[in-house]
């Protein structure tokens, strides 16, 4: 099974698709477009999602993604592209956060269930922080480490060289 194939028959997703939609649609519109950096994108399963809803509203946005997996990248532009959306600006950066230069701002940062996958995330939050505009958000969607999560560990033997985040490690960690 694969990420995507559990993605699609999860119930999580939709979940995660209204909060982020709700959360994002109550940000004050400023000046010029809206921008949102989506970190840990991936193929776009949820990306391409979010992006159509908030494109319905007619209003215009540009979407930067990150995410080291080129492959994934591909998958998420390509499905992009179908979607035909005139007023959003897509922006794919194949790389990880910890190299990514920017120097623009963003309203909105998002990151769902990617902090499990950085070193230090004490370091990527305060990288985040620092990107996000005056009245950003940084929204954060996180697992705990409960019974089906921990069949994940099995999978992540090219992760040894540090811990595996899942929230109750993680606030340990930021504390």
């Not at 007619?58 to 390509?78: E, I, L």
Request: proline letters at 5%.
């Amino acid at each position: 099974m694969t990420h995507e194939t559990f993605e699609r028959s999860s119930t999580q997703q939709p979940l995660v698709l209204r909060a982020l939609e709700e959360l994002i649609g109550s940000h004050q519109e400023g000046a010029g477009p809206l921008r949102i950096l989506s970190v840990g994108c991936g193929s776009g399963i949820l990306d391409n999602q979010l992006i159509a809803s908030i494109a319905s509203s007619s209003r215009s946005f540009k979407y930067t993604g990150v995410d080291p997996n080129p492959v994934a990248c591909h998958r998420f532009r390509k499905n992009f592209d179908k979607l035909a959306l005139k007023n959003v600006e897509l922006d794919l950066k194949v790389q990880g956060i910890e190299a990514l230069d920017i120097n623009e701002p963003f309203d909105i940062i998002q990151l769902t269930h990617a902090l499990y996958y950085f070193k230090d995330p004490a370091d990527t939050l305060e990288k985040l922080r620092d990107l996000l505009a005056p009245n950003g958000k940084l929204i954060m969607v996180h697992a705990p480490n409960e019974y089906l999560n921990q069949l994940s560990e099995c999978f992540w033997s090219h992760h040894v060289d540090h811990d595996i985040w899942f929230s109750n490690r993680l606030e340990e960690h930021l504390v």
